[in-house]
């Protein structure tokens, strides 16, 4: 392995002076790039994550085209349900489609916490081969989706803005969820592990739908598993949070021992650090929609956002992924703005 060229974003999560803020942002390895596009329209979703030349072509695209300080593997969240026999299709510009959704205990007969190794190796092959082709670059990243998260597309079988039929089945049977989330999370656990062996540096849980949840169904639905999982990874590299509108539950996420929390743009950076305490790295948090905005614009949004993070503990990103319409150019704008920040 070669040794790391550039290890802001490490350095960043484990608390350690940085130089200048590193900077990435969520879904940087696809949709709103032009040679991403064309082998979009030339291979399907599965094709694109199941090869690991593809898989691994563009992850390193962003590290090339708008110079990010890390790489985040290119997959998707709802690998790990297909991986415990759900059947998935990802249809472009419709999104994701579960036909044969959990709607009860029987249903969880034909799902099982699978060897991730057997159903899963496409990923950790990819993740090699990146970490090859990246020499040292810049870290590598590696994800899941929350527990809670993939039970919402479980259970309502595509996607929704308000996920009722999954909060529904939680509260009529939630037996039946708790045992459905344990094994999401015994399956993620093994799948994050896995993935740092074949090369990722840190991992992200990405928990899109927790701010849907009160404080109190956040705990029990979500909180409670993720807990489970930075657990198991303590000893194997750092973690990352993000868990998109639940700015709430700050102060319980940072005493989970997580590395990195990541915010949305819905809460002032100053805020933010009262809950979450001055022992976490805050990552975040830039609308991705602001990226449409003129690059002068961009430019001074970057340097305030910047400046309310204060020099230290702070990782550059979005306050969620970046939108398929932002020409390059743009979010080359925000990392290079970023990068040439001093505090």
């Not at 993935?195 to 540096?201: I, K, M």
Request: proline share 6%; aromatic share 8%.
């Amino acid at each position: 392995m070669s040794a790391l060229k550039n290890d802001l974003l490490l350095k960043a999560l484990k608390g350690e002076t940085v130089s200048r803020t590193p900077v990435w942002m969520m879904r940087q390895a696809g949709r709103y790039l032009p040679d991403y596009i064309k082998l979009r329209d030339k291979y399907s979703f599965f094709e694109r994550c199941e090869n690991p030349e593809l898989a691994t072509e563009i992850t390193v695209m962003p590290v090339d085209q708008v110079g990010v300080d890390a790489a985040i593997i290119f997959s998707d969240i709802l690998v790990v349900p297909q991986a415990m026999g759900m059947e998935v299709q990802l249809v472009e510009k419709v999104g994701p489609l579960l036909p044969s959704p959990v709607k009860g205990a029987a249903d969880l007969q034909r799902l099982c916490v699978p060897d991730v190794h057997e159903r899963l190796h496409y990923v950790f092959d990819a993740l090699k081969l990146t970490k090859q082709t990246l020499a040292g670059r810049v870290p590598l990243i590696g994800f899941a989706g929350a527990p809670w998260t993939l039970l919402c597309y479980m259970v309502q079988g595509k996607g929704s803005k308000t996920f009722d039929e999954a909060k529904a089945f939680c509260y009529q049977q939630p037996a039946v969820a708790h045992q459905l989330l344990q094994m999401i999370t015994d399956t993620s656990i093994a799948y994050l592990k896995a993935q740092v062996a074949a090369g990722a540096d840190t991992v992200q849980i990405f928990d899109s739908w927790g701010g849907l949840l009160s404080p109190q169904d956040f705990e029990t639905f979500s909180l409670h598993y993720i807990r489970q999982i930075v657990a198991a990874m303590k000893d194997v590299c750092p973690t990352i949070i993000f868990a998109k509108g639940a700015w709430f539950a700050l102060e319980e996420m940072a005493a989970t021992g997580a590395h990195g929390l990541g915010i949305d743009w819905c809460i002032k950076p100053a805020l933010a650090r009262q809950f979450a305490g001055s022992n976490i790295t805050l990552q975040g948090n830039f609308d991705p929609a602001k990226l449409l905005a003129p690059i002068p614009e961009i430019e001074k949004a970057v340097k305030q956002m910047l400046k309310d993070f204060g020099g230290q503990r702070h990782i550059a990103n979005l306050g969620h992924g970046i939108l398929p319409n932002v020409p390059v150019d743009h979010a080359k704008a925000f990392v290079e703005t970023v990068k040439a920040y001093s505090h």
